[in-house]
């Protein structure tokens, strides 16, 4: 079993920056893949940014491409999103997920995580 902590959500304005932490407990992070999914009230999950830690590969959605960055520490058994630029529309609910056994196809697939934390708001807004 793992379990997920996020921190580091808040309000932030246009243009501005903050970084989303996921804290995991109970086994050790190394050989899971990790993402960052967001959801808006009365909207489905949406994949934000992958990392497969088979191959290292990264992945991201078009619309945080090149303004977002995931990454881990495996020592700290934590992963973090840096979000830099926001725009308003990326005001949601942040989640982080985890799974051992994640293809590269399922990467930005929410139904393929086995763990998920409990959340964090993040809201851009002057």
């Known amino acids: 079993q793992v379990q997920l902590v996020e921190s580091g959500g808040g309000l932030v304005p246009p243009g501005g920056s903050l970084r989303l932490s996921c804290k995991a407990s109970g086994r050790a992070f190394t050989r899971y893949t990790v993402a960052w999914f967001r959801q808006i009230s009365g909207s489905e999950r949406e994949f934000v940014a992958g990392?497969?830690?088979?191959?290292?590969?990264?992945h991201y959605a078009n619309s945080v491409k090149g303004r977002f960055t995931i990454s881990r520490d495996n020592a700290k058994n934590t992963v973090y999103l840096q979000m830099d630029s926001l725009k308003a529309e990326d005001t949601a609910v942040y989640y982080c997920?985890?799974?051992?056994?994640?293809?590269?196809?399922?990467?930005?697939?929410?139904?393929?995580?086995?763990?998920w934390g409990q959340g964090t708001q993040v809201t851009v807004s002057s």
């Open positions: 997920a985890a799974d051992q056994r994640i293809i590269t196809s399922a990467v930005r697939v929410p139904s393929q995580y086995d763990y």
């Open positions: 990392h497969k830690w088979s191959d290292s590969s990264t």
